[in-house]
């Protein structure tokens, strides 16, 4: 998180100093990708809570029988 905060701090900067109105442009592209990579950090997490919970599911699912195979009846 901590890099994902200094490469944020660092395409501002760099995009600040060229200043004037093409700096104003590609600030605002900067951004825009900022968002854009914030937003595919967010689904890859989203999705990677998906894949767990299933996992886990899937998991419980199989555990159920095979604790029940050692008792007698």
Do not use: C, K
Not at 7 to 29: C, M, T
Request: hydrophobic fraction near 55%.
């Amino acid at each position: 998180m901590i890099l994902l905060t200094r490469l944020i701090d660092l395409i501002v900067r760099g995009v600040r100093s060229l200043g004037g109105h093409n700096g104003r442009i590609l600030q605002s592209f900067a951004w825009m990708f900022v968002l854009v990579v914030l937003g595919a950090g967010v689904t890859l997490v989203a999705i990677g809570i998906t894949y767990i919970d299933d996992l886990v599911d899937v998991l419980e699912n199989s555990a159920a029988p095979a604790a029940g195979e050692g008792t007698l009846p």
